[in-house]
């Protein structure tokens, strides 16, 4: 389609939309570097190419930044006990198990079987604050994973006491 100076800007402004969000579910934190370098490079090629016009050019930039802005909410991606493997800071989180009080740290264990008992291994998720409830109670917590002391942590928005389910365990 050729260049275009007004669509290399919009494909920059719908990078830096979702750049400055940190990813907002939409993609990975992880991607958010690279975005942020495609950004530039668009911001650069809209200096370039400032004086060069093609209408057919401007079409999916102007989608990406209509999606960035207006589209339905964003995904909210919520982690269970048994997909802790590719959680991230910001993502939103539900986890149900024993309370353990640790010397730095609350934490919320659970045991995970993939074939039989004989391999079950323990699930945690650590929390962001102690909570208020004796050691080896059922809790069931709701809210965001954080960065705290160069780890990922629950900081639970609600922790509701619940009675032990009838299966202790999740399954892989």
């Known amino acids: 389609a050729g260049h275009d100076g007004l669509a290399y800007a919009t494909i920059c402004a719908a990078l830096i939309v979702v750049v400055v969000r940190g990813g907002d579910a939409l993609v990975h934190p992880r991607f958010v570097v690279p975005l942020a370098c495609c950004a530039i490079v668009s911001a650069v090629l809209a200096l370039t190419h400032r004086r060069a016009s093609s209408a057919r050019a401007r079409i999916a ?88 002391h160069e780890e990922l942590r629950l900081l639970a928005r609600q922790a509701e006491r619940i009675t032990p389910p009838a299966d202790p365990f999740v399954y892989r």
């Open 61 to 148: 930039p102007a989608l990406m930044l209509a999606g960035a802005f207006i589209t339905a909410p964003a995904p909210v991606y919520t982690a269970t006990e048994t997909t802790l493997t590719d959680v991230f800071p910001g993502e939103r989180l539900t986890f149900t198990g024993q309370l353990v009080h640790g010397k730095d740290a609350d934490a919320l264990v659970r045991y995970a079987i993939t074939c039989c008992r004989a391999d079950a291994a323990p699930v945690a998720v650590r929390l962001a604050e102690r909570i208020p409830y004796g050691a080896s109670t059922w809790l069931r917590a709701d809210g965001i994973v954080v960065r705290s």
